[in-house]
């Protein structure tokens, strides 16, 4: 049974440029929520996705957008990146029927802003 | 005022010692607490989640909650050199029909062996 998987695990872009993450939730959830984890913090939640629809969002500005296809997947866009985005992004799923929260995450997608 | 407050450490202790962590925070409305445990250069993976006050145990771990103090603890028994790792708590309220997650800063601890 695959777990969480995310593509790219690494990635380097400049200032100003554009970047998309993707993520594969783990078999039998259709609940993903992403987070940005700076070096050395906690994560912090960006957004979560149901049902194809954002349904909650952090405190992150418009430049951080999502989707949830059909089959689950989501993906991560950040337009006009600043410095400060250099972080690892995070994506986790959850099955609907969880009332804890409980969080299964991926690796994360390691992106250096230069 | 960060809802979530944990001390970044380092903390460093020899195997075989007793390590406790421990997270506070501010919002009532957390419902379910939990731990994380990441490696370096990995996603976190859950050890421990518990609902009410009191303590619940699974191996070497114990997880305490006093929502009175608004505390929660992970205490590991018998630290092995394979635990070390950063420790994140994280608690979770329902905002909208579902349930928010909120991290702690992490915790980095390194066994001697």
Redesign the interface.
């Known amino acids: 049974d695959a777990g969480?998987t995310q593509s790219p695990t690494h990635l380097i872009k400049t200032r100003g440029q554009q970047v998309t993450l993707r993520c594969s939730p783990k078999s039998g959830h259709d609940?993903v929520?992403w987070?940005q984890q700076a070096l050395?913090?906690?994560?912090?939640?960006i957004f979560?996705y149901?049902e194809e629809e954002e349904?909650?969002r952090g405190n992150f500005p418009d430049r951080f957008s999502g989707h949830q296809f059909p089959n689950y997947s989501s993906e991560l866009n950040v337009n006009a990146l600043l410095l400060g985005d250099s972080a690892l992004y995070?994506c986790?799923s959850s099955p609907t029927s969880?009332?804890?929260?409980?969080?299964?995450?991926?690796?994360?997608s390691r992106l250096t802003v230069l | 005022q960060k809802e979530v407050e944990q001390d970044p450490g380092p903390l460093s202790v020899p195997e075989g010692a007793i390590v406790s962590l421990n997270c506070t925070y501010s919002n009532s409305a957390f419902q379910y607490f939990m731990w994380y445990r990441q490696y370096s250069r990995k996603g976190p993976e859950l050890l421990m989640y518990t609902y009410s006050s009191g303590n619940k145990e699974d191996g070497r771990f114990t997880a305490q909650v006093d929502k009175s103090s608004k505390y929660i603890s992970l205490f590991i028994r018998d630290s092995q050199p394979s635990d070390s790792a950063t420790y994140l708590c994280a608690m979770s309220r329902q905002i909208q029909g579902a349930q928010k997650l909120v991290f702690g800063q992490g915790t980095r601890l390194t066994i001697n062996p």
């Open positions: 969480v609940t929520s987070y050395g913090q906690g994560p912090q939640f979560q149901y349904r909650q995070l986790a969880g009332p804890t929260g409980e969080l299964f995450f991926g690796e994360g």
